[in-house]
């Protein structure tokens, strides 16, 4: 049985300011509510990068270096935190301006 993950963000650092994103493959071996969030270092939530129900699958995700007003968030280290059936996995990414 395949199991659900979550890749490493990529590419890492990125640099929003000059139009880079990063992109966070999930694979879910079963359908459910799929989320992810960004949060900076003090554990405050900047972004929803997506919050839907998937099928089981293979899917891909960008994050902007935008926070959820729209503004690019500051140079730093983010989480990136995947929740999912099977899934609950936090990855670090860096933003660069």
Request: glycine fraction near 12%; charged fraction near 15%; include cysteine.
């Amino acid at each position: 049985m395949e199991q659900a993950s979550a890749g490493l963000p990529y590419p890492n650092p990125f640099w929003p300011a000059l139009g880079g994103a990063t992109h966070i493959d999930v694979s879910l071996a079963q359908a459910g509510g799929l989320t992810l969030r960004a949060y900076d270092v003090t554990g405050v939530l900047v972004r929803t990068i997506a919050a839907q129900d998937c099928p089981n699958g293979k899917f891909s995700f960008s994050w902007d270096g935008r926070n959820d007003a729209g503004q690019l968030v500051a140079t730093g280290i983010y989480f990136i935190l995947v929740q999912a059936p099977g899934v609950k996995e936090t990855k670090l990414v860096g933003v660069l301006k």
